[in-house]
């Protein structure tokens, strides 16, 4: 079965400064990922996607994250951030077999500090 | 473009109760989704329909909670009865491919509360 971890529940950042958002997977073949973003009482919005190729994968907003299979992570940057940047961040792998069940992880809350 | 449109945003029901969401998904788009999402963590999937059969409903509680995709296109999820532990986020989605690694467009949610 495939999972999604995010390790850290909050992350604290002043603005201007970098950001890194980690997620770590476990699937057994070549994953799909995606990162998605959701403002409050908002519905998600996709950021960035990996299917296959290049590693380094460019999103919106300024966002990008990198897919290392050797460490089974897929971590979301920014080299800065902004206050609009604040939101909740998910990470998600998908398929699964033949059919389509994506995984979400249990999310990541951005706080940008003035 | 519009996208998918969700609703009502807002619900509150006593349990017991049934409650009934509406979802639009974006033109052309031949997969929806319907997602729970409790507070604090992330979406779970509950029901996956492609044009208007059921792909895969295997986390859907099917003694509560049913689904429909009349037309191939807008969706109604229901719950009857409703319990305590429904309250959640639902949120709908929809992707313009057949399945696999087709992003996914959500719209803004339905915020269910049960008393």
């Known amino acids: 079965a495939q999972s999604v971890t995010q390790p850290d529940i909050h992350i604290t950042v002043s603005e201007g400064a970098s950001l890194e958002l980690r997620c770590n997977y476990s699937?057994?073949?070549?994953?799909?990922l995606f990162w998605y973003v959701q403002s409050p009482g908002q519905g998600l919005q996709l950021l960035l996607k990996?299917?296959?190729?290049?590693?380094l994968v460019q999103g919106i907003k300024g966002f990008e994250a990198e897919f290392k299979r050797s460490q089974s992570s897929f971590n979301l940057r920014k080299p800065s951030v902004h206050w609009s940047d604040a939101a909740e961040y998910f990470c998600?792998?998908?398929?699964?077999?033949?059919?389509?069940?994506?995984?979400f992880g249990r999310g990541t809350s951005l706080i940008v500090h003035p | 473009e519009a996208g998918v449109a969700q609703s009502p945003r807002y619900k509150i029901i006593e349990k017991r109760q049934s409650v009934a969401f509406w979802c639009n998904p974006i033109?052309?788009?031949?997969?929806l989704y319907w997602y729970q999402q409790i507070l604090g963590q992330g979406p779970k999937l509950l029901i996956q329909?492609?044009?208007?059969?059921?792909?895969?409903d295997s986390q859907l509680p099917k003694d509560r909670f049913s689904a429909e995709r009349l037309k191939g296109v807008d969706s109604t999820l229901k719950i009857q009865p409703a319990k305590l532990e429904d309250s959640a986020v639902y949120l709908c989605?929809?992707?313009?491919?057949?399945?696999?690694?087709?992003?996914?467009?959500f719209g803004p949610g339905t915020r269910l509360t049960v008393t």
């Open positions: 989605a929809s992707s313009p491919r057949d399945r696999g690694r087709g992003e996914q467009y």
């Open positions: 699937y057994g073949a070549t994953p799909y």
């Open positions: 990996y299917f296959s190729g290049d590693t």
């Open positions: 998600a792998v998908g398929p699964s077999g033949g059919s389509y069940i994506p995984t």
């Open positions: 033109s052309g788009h031949a997969t």
């Open positions: 329909f492609q044009n208007n059969g059921v792909v895969d």
